[in-house]
């Protein structure tokens, strides 16, 4: 535990005037940010008495070992660069919104010669309108099922319509009319955007304009006898009714605003957030935070709308934004609102009539949301911290490990051997900081000197970045200057290998070998699911009701799934190597030529060059390369009946094309997750 008087700056160092500011934990990993209107006012509120501050806030200046800051020209910058630090570094002591996922969008790619209507989700794309968010994207399916029969845009993606144009065949929508077919050349271009522009208008809220014009048609039709295209009509505008009737009208005056409710207590806070657009709720979503630091309603309500607003520009941010709580001081935030639209953007809390009738329904989900979120929790927060402290109580450490780290060694007979790495923090998964390793100092089978090579690689790969930094005695710096963590540079508190005694014994010798002594290590064995530790005859039992037992099955069976996935892949890529793909210069194109043209390797081992020259594009020379390299390899081995011994002469398989897969790389080692190391 750090004291913030030895981080604490010198009077008259910190400036007074906006800025955003950095605290950093010893290994100089972000772990807050924050902004001030005044720099010098703010951070002396941190370095007062620590009985004076909250506990979240105490505990997050004594984990922290240095502070620093970024001047400024307005709030409007501090507020900008915040969300984009706190996006950047992921600091543990600010909120966060567990379940910011990706909300799907209803979109119209106005960007391409045929629009096409489909679910998005994700950064938006230039030149394609987007409609939502929805909660669930079959709720956009259901919607577009029933506006295609009076909008037949395509839907289709881009192989399904190259295959169509190509065949003259339109798919299964273009035959029962909810697809305009401009595969096939039945609508031109320019009437299928004149549709999709239809589709847009109608999805914007433009609606009684459409359905007037349907009517006059239908009733015309009607007068001129064409009964059949009246029905069409008819059934057309009870699909459109329909397709509203899913947005009910909520605010008369056809209103694009969003609704931000908060619903929270001393621990947690939920944020429900209802998109009106037209009138009508376009969509819902919600998020759910850890009160980390010591925030406000009204904090909560602008770290809502960084997170809301952080990347959306134009008409994706409403005119009219409506809130439970004002920001203070209120100017930056509406002001950076407003550059984000590019025009006016009303923030305000609703008085009175339907607006603040609908924010009463916010807040009713948001409380809901809430109370739900804490049943399925339970005590989600107070039973990671039970696991970590039995942890730590049957290694005998001196505090909880908050960052484990696990070891898993996978192989097929012998055979691509493999391991993983996992990380969890504070009990829980980092997928972002997984590694896997190939096994590259011997061959065979060899758990224990697989588990040594193992962590060898991963701490001196630590060694080295601390080494780089040149500050061994300050604090051990292991981030890059931006903050962000270098690759193996931040050291776990517990080393978990999957296995008993001789795994952990290696794991343990490999970290002496590196003179480091500041590791816990334990092994988890899958029989008994006992676990041992470095020196000792008799295994730790943790009981089977443990937390902490629990808690390291967990770490032990993702670093398994992690590992035996990884194996399986580099599996299926040396079965599907060919002798081919030794050939120099012979690409996919002309292989998949080569085994069109013999049916199979062995067929083509055995013809003549002559005949290899028959294939088209393979010359004289090409073809002598690819007899040399199919003599070198070695033929399988035959096939044995087992039952009698007798080996059996077979074809080989047919190799249809595509079945080539690509050469295992032999180049440098790549460290991003889900990549070898």
Known sequence: MADPSSYRPRPGEIPDSPGVYRFRDEHRRVIYVGKAKSLRQRLANYFQDLTNLHPRTRTMVTTAASVEWTVVSTEVEALQLEYTWIKE????????YRDDKSYPYLAVTMNEEFPRVQVM????????????????????RDTVDLLLRVFPVRTCSAGVFKNAARTGRPCLLGYIGKCSAPCVGRISPEDHRELAEDFSDFMAGRTGTYLRRLEKQMMQAAEDMEYERAARLRDDIEALK???????????DATDADLIAVAEDELEAAVQIFHVRGGRVRGQRGWVTDKVEDVTTEALVEHALQQLYGEETGDSVPKEVLVPALPDP??????????RRGSNVSLRIPQRGDKKALMETVQRNALQALALHKTKRASDLTTRSRALEEIADALELDSAPLRIECYDISHLQGEDV??????????????????RFQIKGFEGQDDVRSMHEVITRRFRRYLAEKEKTGEWADGDVLTEEDGRPKRFAYPPQLVVVDGGQPQ???????????????????????RLEEVWVPGEDDPVVLPRSSEGLYLLQRVRDEAHRFAITYQRTKRTKRLRTSPLDEVPGLGETRKQALIKHFGSVKRLRSATIDQIQEVPGIGRKTAETIAVALAKAAPAAPAVNTATGEIMEEEEPETTAGSFGEPVSAGPPDERRGQET
Not at 89 to 96: C, I, S
Not at 418 to 435: I, P, T, W
């Open 330 to 339: 209120i100017e930056p935030v509406q002001d950076w609102l407003t550059g």
């Open 121 to 140: 989700r994700g950064q938006k794309r230039k030149g394609v309108r987007y409609f939502g968010p929805y909660s669930h994207a079959w709720a956009i």
């Open 242 to 252: 329909k397709a509203m009737e899913k947005n009910a009208v909520v605010l008369t």
């Open 89 to 96: 570094f992921d600091p543990r002591f600010n909120v966060k």
């Open 504 to 526: 952990v014994a290696a794991a343990k010798k490999a970290l002496d070998g590196l003179g480091i002594d500041d590791i816990a290590v334990c092994g988890l064995a899958k």
């Open 418 to 435: 493999v391991a993983s790495m996992v990380v969890f923090e504070d009990g829980l998964q980092r997928k972002g900081e997984y590694r």
